[in-house]
């Protein structure tokens, strides 16, 4: 049966096992030069209804470098744009590719391509998730701390998207996660009450920064406004102006603390210059486990 990553919930704790190990095994070979053509012949198709460099970029060289092939389409290059129905186009598609990562607003648009696809369909970022993030990021946390285990991990800032994949890989792993979010901008409760469920990991709520910095091993933060939400970036930019991770709200963390960012930043504003390009930050490991996990997605999901 086909696997889709339409939320981290899709996965087991053995699947994020096997992920992490084959991507740290690709990331070896990749630096050794030692490539493997594990998808020769396979093709991945991208369907982007959002700007995007890394998740792109990423999925696009990881395929080139297992051999295979992509092929990039704007959403609004499509029929979709003029309203060709997803369980159309979705059939469609499935005739000519082996895998389709889509990055869209909706979560439902994106579960309803999985349902009518015979192929994988991954999460390439919705309104709602951004699981294969969430994945490379653990990536980066297991390097640089040896485990993800029995750590802080603190989420200062929106809880948006990539904060509700944070939620659902502790709801999976065990995870200890603080978020700090100013109120009116906590993360969905649907899905912080879904991810509880599984009496899994510890989630906290707060909108005090310190609280979740203090001593944390991790602190995350991303964007104040996200894709689509461009109209409200002046008023967010004032509510949130408690939650820049700043020089003095690493010092509440623990000494070796892992400050980590998606990207794109904003200097100044989520994150200051001087923590982003400091000591503690492992933003650009982030973005090269982009690369090595979704070279291990796409072996996992299509060979
Ligand atoms: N982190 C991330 O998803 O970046 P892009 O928007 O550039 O793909
Ligand atoms: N939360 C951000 C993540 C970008 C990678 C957004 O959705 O724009």
């Known amino acids: 049966m086909k696997k889709d990553i339409l939320t981290l919930l899709d996965l087991s704790k053995e699947d994020f ?57 704007s959403a609004k290059d499509t029929q979709i744009a003029r309203n060709e129905p997803v369980m159309d186009t979705a059939r469609v598609l499935s005739r000519y590719l082996d895998c389709l ?26 309104d709602l998730y951004h699981p294969c993030q969430v994945l490379s990021d653990l990536l980066t946390v297991i390097e640089h701390k040896g485990t993800y285990k029995d750590l802080k991990i603190a989420w ?28 009116g901008y906590y993360p969905d409760s649907r899905i912080v009450e879904k991810a509880l469920e599984r009496k899994c990991g510890k989630i906290m709520i707060t909108s005090d920064p310190v609280e979740a910095a203090k001593d944390a091993d991790v602190i995350y933060t991303d964007v104040w406004a996200s894709m689509g939400q461009e109209s409200e970036q002046t008023e967010r930019k004032q509510v949130f102006k ?62």
């Open 156 to 183: 200062v800032g929106d809880g948006n998207n990539v904060a509700h994949s944070w939620i659902n890989a502790t709801a999976v792993l065990g995870l200890n996660l603080t978020l700090a979010c100013p109120e």
């Open 17 to 73: 096992e096997i992920f992490f190990k084959r991507a740290f095994e690709l990331k070896k070979n990749h630096n050794k030069r030692i490539s493997g053509k594990l998808l020769a012949g396979k093709t991945l198709g991208l369907i982007f209804d959002k700007p995007s460099t890394r998740t792109r970029l990423s999925f696009e060289a990881a395929m080139v470098q297992l051999g295979g092939t992509s092929i990039f389409i």
């Open 101 to 126: 990562a889509i990055r869209t607003f909706s979560q439902d648009l994106l579960n309803e391509f999985a349902e009518y696809a015979a192929i994988p369909v991954i999460n390439a970022l919705t």
């Open 242 to 303: 408690p939650f820049q991770v700043d020089k003095e709200l690493v010092n509440k963390a623990s000494k070796d603390v892992i400050v980590m960012h998606c990207l794109p930043a904003h200097r100044g504003e989520e994150i200051s210059e001087e923590v982003l390009e400091g000591p503690n930050s492992v933003v650009w490991d982030q973005s090269e486990n982009k690369l090595h996990m979704h070279k291990a997605v796409l072996e996992v999901l299509m060979a």
